[in-house]
C-alpha cells in the first residue's frame, strides 16, 4: 500500500518520487494539491507536473474534493467557535484560486483535444470530406467496396469490438478479453454478488474512512455498482445536509443558526458525509479515466482497428476511381470555402453552411444535376 502523505511532507517529496504516490492514491493528490496552493515552498517542478497536460484533470478533482472538505470544516468550525476557522478559511480561499486556475487550464486541454481530435482533423480536410460525402452518396456500392476490401484483408466484421451501452460494459467486456487486469479477490467477488442494500453501505463506510479504501470497491468489474451507490448515497443525504443538489454543498440556509443544537450538529454531520460521497465520486471518475485512456491507446495498437481502418481508405479510394466526375464536383463546391489549397476552416466543420452545403450537394449527386453545375 502506498504511503500517505501529509501536508507538511509536500514541500521536501522528490517531484520524481512524487508521481507515483499521488498515482496510487487520490488523496494524497489532494493533500499536494492543498500544499501547492496554501505553501510558498512547494517546489517549482510540482507546481508544473499538476499543470502538465497529464495531470490537469486530476489536479481541478483534487481541488475540487479540497473545496468540499474545507467548506465543511469552516462552517463546523464557525458553529462552534473553533479558533482556527480564520486560518482554514484562508486556506479555503486560495484552494478556491487555485480552482479556478485548473478549471481554465483544464478547459484549455479539451479545447486543443477537440481541435486536434480525429474527427476535426478528418472534417477540416477537402478531399476526406469530399470522400465521406460520395460514401453517402454512393452507400450501397461503397458498401459492396468495403465488404471486398475487408475480404482482401481479411478482416472479418465479426472481429470486431460489439457496441456498449455504458463505460462499465466496456470495460467489463476488455477484462473479459483480458485486456485489463486486476486480481479478483474475494472481496470483489463478493461485492460482485451482493446485493444493492450491502454494496451502499460497505460505499457509506468506505466514504467515512478518511484514512482508509476498500479497494475492492475499485477494482475495474465493480466501479459501475460503486457508482451507483455513490450516486444513490448523495441523492439521500443532500436532504439531510440542506445542499443545492447531491453534487454541490451550496451555502448553509440562513436559518441554521436558528436550529435546536442537535438538528443543527445533524446537518453539518450530513455535510460531512455529502462532502465525502462527492470526493468518492471525483476518485470514481479518476479511476474510469484512466481506464478509458488504457483502451483508448490499446485501440490505436490493435491490429484489427488498423486493418480495419486500412479497408475503409482502400473502398474510399476505389470508389473515388468509380466515380472521378463526382469526386471532382464535390471538391469543386468545397473549394470557396478553403482556407488554403485543401484546407476547410475549423469553423466550418460543425456550422450550419457546412451541413446545407452537404444536403445541397448530395442532392446535386441524386439527382444528377451535378453534372450541369460541374
Given at each position: 500500500m502506498v504511503e500517505k502523505i501529509r501536508l507538511a511532507d509536500?514541500?521536501?517529496?522528490?517531484?520524481?518520487?512524487?508521481?507515483?504516490?499521488?498515482?496510487?492514491?487520490?488523496?494524497?493528490?489532494?493533500?499536494?494539491?492543498?500544499?501547492?496552493?496554501?505553501?510558498?515552498?512547494?517546489?517549482?517542478?510540482?507546481?508544473?507536473?499538476l499543470r502538465g497536460p497529464e495531470w490537469r484533470q486530476d489536479w481541478q478533482d483534487a481541488l475540487l474534493c479540497a473545496d468540499g472538505e474545507l467548506q465543511v470544516a469552516t462552517e463546523r468550525m464557525r458553529y462552534t467557535g473553533d479558533p482556527r476557522l480564520g486560518t482554514t478559511e484562508r486556506r479555503l480561499r486560495r484552494v478556491r484560486v487555485r480552482r479556478n486556475e485548473a478549471s481554465v487550464l483544464v478547459k484549455k486541454l479539451r479545447r486543443h483535444d477537440f481541435h486536434n481530435s480525429v474527427e476535426r482533423r478528418t472534417g477540416t480536410d477537402s478531399r476526406l470530406t469530399a470522400q465521406g460525402w460520395l460514401r453517402v452518396a454512393f452507400a450501397q456500392e461503397y458498401a459492396a467496396l468495403l465488404t471486398g476490401e475487408r475480404a482482401r484483408l481479411n478482416v472479418?466484421?465479426?472481429?470486431?469490438?460489439?457496441?456498449?451501452?455504458?463505460?462499465?460494459?466496456?470495460?467489463?467486456?476488455?477484462?473479459?478479453?483480458?485486456?485489463?487486469?486486476?486480481?479478483?479477490?474475494?472481496?470483489?467477488?463478493?461485492?460482485?454478488?451482493?446485493?444493492?442494500?450491502?454494496?451502499?453501505?460497505?460505499?457509506?463506510?468506505?466514504?467515512?474512512?478518511?484514512?482508509?479504501?476498500?479497494?475492492?470497491?475499485?477494482?475495474?468489474?465493480?466501479?459501475?455498482?460503486?457508482?451507483?451507490?455513490?450516486?444513490?448515497?448523495?441523492?439521500?443525504?443532500?436532504?439531510?445536509?440542506?445542499?443545492?443538489?447531491?453534487?454541490?454543498?451550496?451555502?448553509?440556509?440562513?436559518?441554521?443558526?436558528?436550529?435546536?443544537?442537535?438538528?443543527?450538529?445533524?446537518?453539518?454531520?450530513?455535510r460531512r458525509f455529502l462532502a465525502a460521497v462527492q470526493q468518492r465520486r471525483l476518485e470514481y471518475k479518476?479511476?474510469?479515466?484512466?481506464?478509458?485512456?488504457?483502451?483508448?491507446?490499446?485501440?490505436?495498437?490493435?491490429?484489427?482497428?488498423?486493418?480495419?481502418?486500412?479497408?475503409?481508405?482502400?473502398?474510399?479510394?476505389?470508389?473515388v476511381e468509380r466515380y472521378p466526375g463526382e469526386y471532382a464536383y464535390v471538391l469543386g463546391a468545397l473549394r470557396p470555402f478553403e482556407e488554403r489549397d485543401g484546407v476547410l476552416p475549423e469553423e466550418l466543420v460543425s456550422s450550419p453552411r457546412r451541413a446545407e452545403l452537404k444536403r445541397e450537394v448530395l442532392t446535386a449527386l441524386a439527382d444528377g444535376s451535378w453534372a450541369s453545375e460541374g
Open positions: 509536500v514541500e521536501h517529496v522528490p517531484p520524481d518520487d512524487l508521481v507515483s504516490l499521488i498515482s496510487d492514491r487520490f488523496d494524497n493528490l489532494v493533500t499536494v494539491a492543498v500544499a501547492e496552493a496554501v505553501s510558498g515552498y512547494v517546489p517549482q517542478r510540482t507546481r508544473r507536473l472479418s466484421e465479426a472481429t470486431g469490438e460489439p457496441s456498449f451501452r455504458d463505460v462499465h460494459e466496456q470495460i467489463a467486456y476488455a477484462c473479459a478479453h483480458g485486456w485489463l487486469t486486476a486480481p479478483r479477490t474475494p472481496e470483489v467477488e463478493g461485492l460482485l454478488a451482493a446485493a444493492d442494500t450491502v454494496v451502499r453501505d460497505t460505499t457509506a463506510e468506505d466514504a467515512k474512512d478518511q484514512e482508509g479504501r476498500n479497494t475492492a470497491l475499485r477494482h475495474p468489474l465493480v466501479l459501475g455498482r460503486w457508482e451507483n451507490a455513490l450516486r444513490e448515497l448523495g441523492r439521500t443525504t443532500a436532504v439531510r445536509a440542506r445542499a443545492e443538489t447531491p453534487h454541490a454543498l451550496g451555502v448553509l440556509p440562513d436559518d441554521f443558526y436558528t436550529l435546536p443544537g442537535p438538528e443543527a450538529t445533524g446537518v453539518l454531520n450530513a479518476r479511476y474510469v479515466r484512466q481506464l478509458t485512456q488504457v483502451l483508448r491507446e490499446r485501440a490505436r495498437e490493435n491490429p484489427y482497428v488498423l486493418a480495419a481502418a486500412e479497408a475503409k481508405a482502400g473502398a474510399s479510394a476505389l470508389l
